[in-house]
């Protein structure tokens, strides 16, 4: 069955900085688009960021364009988000998706109910 496994969050203190893994098993990844999602405690899970198949295209929530990264490698079935001078309400768990699309260029979706798959998340929490 198809798996995706998040690791890498933890705590850090707030300027720090953390790298999020997915990788994906089970599963033609290269003909999905990835994103991430995050869900703090008492709101909805959120887009953060989204690369096409291709990876080619990127997309990110205004509030972390300029900070996080979102990269792919298609060979190793793996997407990562580069997170750089994170801010207490970057606070969450972080979730990867895969979003199944046609086309290697189509920009990825920022609504969760696009994406068929889901991993079990991963904490991040930063102090300030």
């Known amino acids: 069955q198809v798996q995706l496994v998040e690791t890498g969050g933890g705590l850090v203190q707030a300027g720090g900085s953390l790298s999020l893994s997915c990788v994906a098993s089970e599963l033609a990844f290269s003909n999905y688009a990835m994103g991430w999602f995050r869900q703090a405690p008492g709101k909805e899970r959120e887009f953060v960021a989204g690369?096409?198949?291709?990876?080619?295209?990127?997309d990110y929530s205004d509030s972390v364009k300029g900070r996080f990264t979102i990269s792919r490698d298609n060979a190793k079935k793996t997407t990562s988000l580069q997170m750089n001078t994170l801010k207490p309400g970057d606070t969450a768990v972080y979730y990867c998706g895969a979003d199944f699309q046609f086309f290697a260029s189509t920009i990825p979706s920022r609504s969760q109910s696009n994406y068929e798959y889901w991993g079990q998340g991963t904490q991040v929490t930063v102090s300030s």
């Open positions: 690369i096409s198949r291709s990876g080619v295209n990127t």
